[in-house]
């Protein structure tokens, strides 16, 4: 079977640019057209200084939406690149949890157009590849009379192909995915018998079993207590930089996300910022004064 044909071309001139790098340095960046076996079309980014292509996720363009006539997002263009750990900031009521509807497909853009791995997120199919984890994720009836290991296989039913009577193969999965957020001992627990920081790292379990590229968080930590947002934060680093995970992480935490991310989107209805998150530090005062519109006091956790 031949292998992926990458055919490089100019999709349009606001994308094909050259980016401030975190070193400071600038590297080129193009667009190409990487075309499978399969059929299926998707676009990567080759960044001229070292020659990786990196897959682009989603891909964001003049998105606008409104919602019983009020405009909610406006003119949105934005890229997630494979690797990238973006968080996403804004005051409330910004459109930060719309923006995530509309890339999982919940919601219909006005205007503009959201792609997945190169597939229209209305019409996206694969499902397995993205995993999701709501504002309210542990707020669920925690009377409900079941374990750990049967609230993390429920997440195997993206996978189409999974039906009936669980596999060993599926077994495996289900308690690799319990021991990446540290809960082994927990496995065969009652959910409503563990504390909300576990409960939380129970549905991130739940996403990663069926072996997601990308995860999506919307504020994940309401409702967490100082010492479990700290191990919760701990686990979204090793998920990034041990397991390759790309992610999105919609925090109001405004240091967290400086600290911990390596992306920054600042959105309040319109898009003020995305880029480095160095960069994001270095102009963060004027950025939020104006996204916000009123002065805005960063705090920093000393992680």
Do not use: W
């Not at 100019?10 to 075309?35: A, K, N, P």
């Not at 999974?162 to 060993?168: A, E, M, Q, T, V």
């Not at 909300?196 to 996403?207: E, K, N, S, W, Y």
């Amino acid at each position: 079977m031949s292998g992926p044909v990458i055919r490089p071309r100019l999709l349009d001139s606001t994308h094909g640019s050259s980016v401030q790098g975190r070193e400071g340095g600038l590297f080129g960046i193009v667009l190409i057209s990487i075309y499978t076996s399969s059929g299926n079309d998707y676009h990567a980014v080759i960044h001229f200084q070292t020659g990786r292509i990196v897959t682009i996720a989603i891909d964001i363009r003049n998105l606008s939406f409104t919602y019983e006539e009020r405009q909610v997002l406006h003119d949105i263009n934005l890229q997630v690149h494979e690797g990238d750990f973006l968080g996403i900031v804004g005051p409330n009521g910004s459109g930060k949890s719309t923006l995530l509807k509309l890339i999982l497909g919940l919601l219909r853009p006005g205007e503009g157009s959201i792609t997945l791995f190169g597939e229209d997120s209305l019409s996206f199919t694969q499902r397995h590849r993205i995993g999701y984890i709501a504002q309210r994720a542990s707020s669920v009836n925690l009377g409900f009379p079941a374990t750990v290991s049967e609230i993390v296989a429920s997440g195997l039913l993206s996978r189409q192909h999974f039906l009936g009577r669980l596999k060993p193969v599926h077994k495996e999965s289900i308690q690799a995915a319990i021991r990446m957020v540290g809960l082994a001992p927990h496995s065969d627990q009652m959910l409503g018998k563990l504390s909300g920081g576990q409960q939380q790292r129970v549905f991130i379990a739940r996403a990663l079993v069926s072996e997601p590229e990308l995860m999506i968080f919307d504020e994940p930590t309401a409702g967490v207590d100082g010492e479990s947002m700290e191990r919760f934060y701990q686990l979204l680093e090793d998920l990034h930089c041990h397991h390759g995970k790309t992610m999105i992480l919609v925090s109001h935490d405004i240091g967290v996300i400086t600290t911990r991310v390596n992306k920054v989107a600042c959105l309040n209805r319109e898009l003020y910022f995305h880029g480095d998150n160095l960069d994001f530090i270095a102009q963060q005062e004027s950025i939020l004064d104006r996204a916000y519109r009123h002065s805005v006091q960063v705090i920093s956790h000393g992680h």
